[in-house]
Every structure is written in C-alpha cells, then in structure tokens.
C-alpha cells in the first residue's frame, strides 16, 4: 500500500471493532460519483477479499443498499445512510 494511505489506516482501526481493528489493506479502490451516479446491485467476490471490507464517505453522504443475492426483490433492499466522512466496515455475510 502506498505511505499515504498509512494515517488513514491507523485512523480506520483506532476508529473500528472486531477484525477491522487488525486489518491490513491488501488494495484500494477510489470511486467518485456525481449527484445521482452509482452503481447497480452487485455481489462482491468473496475470493478477491480477505478480512474486512472498509468504505469511507469523503466528500458527500451516500446511500448503500443491501440485500441476499438469492434474487430478493428490490422492496427488501435495506437502506444504510453514510453521511459525508463516514466509516462503515463490513464483513461475513454482508
């Protein structure tokens, strides 16, 4: 990981429970998203992560949607706002 990102790791697990804690970044992904961009419903490969899933809301609030791959229908998506300058960590099933 890049020398950058160091503070911003030790700031994450100062700031987390559990195994984000612990964790060690293997990869970072930055996204940016214009008002009413995003991306679909998707499910991440459980073979390309180990350990915690981190996101962090820098510039504005987002809303991230949840819901079981098993094809739910979109009426039981679970709604999670992060306001700007949020930590959510994710993990298991998530």
Same mark, same amino acid.
């Not at 100062?14 to 930055?30: K, M």
């Not at 961009?37 to 504005?60: K, N, Q, R, Y």
């Given at each position: 990981? +890049?020398?950058?990102? !160091?503070?911003?790791?030790?700031?994450?697990?100062?700031? %987390?429970? !559990?195994?984000?804690?612990?964790?060690? +970044?293997?990869?970072l992904t930055i996204n940016e998203y214009t008002p009413g961009d995003g991306?679909? @419903?998707?499910?991440?490969?459980? %073979?390309?992560?180990? &350990?915690?899933?981190?996101?962090?809301?820098?510039? &504005? &609030?987002?809303?991230?949607? @949840?819901?079981k791959s098993e094809g739910d229908k979109e009426e039981r998506a679970l +709604?999670?706002?992060?306001?700007?300058?949020?930590?959510?960590?994710?993990? &298991?099933?998530?």
């Amino acid at each position: 990981m +890049p020398a950058y990102t !160091d503070e911003l790791v030790r700031r994450i697990r100062a700031n %987390s429970v !559990d195994e984000a804690r612990d964790f060690e +970044p293997d990869q970072l992904t930055i996204n940016e998203y214009t008002p009413g961009d995003g991306i679909a @419903f998707h499910v991440d490969t459980h %073979s390309a992560f180990e &350990g915690p899933i981190v996101i962090l809301s820098i510039a &504005g &609030g987002i809303v991230l949607e @949840f819901r079981k791959s098993e094809g739910d229908k979109e009426e039981r998506a679970l +709604p999670l706002w992060l306001p700007r300058r949020s930590l959510a960590v994710m993990g &298991g099933e998530s």
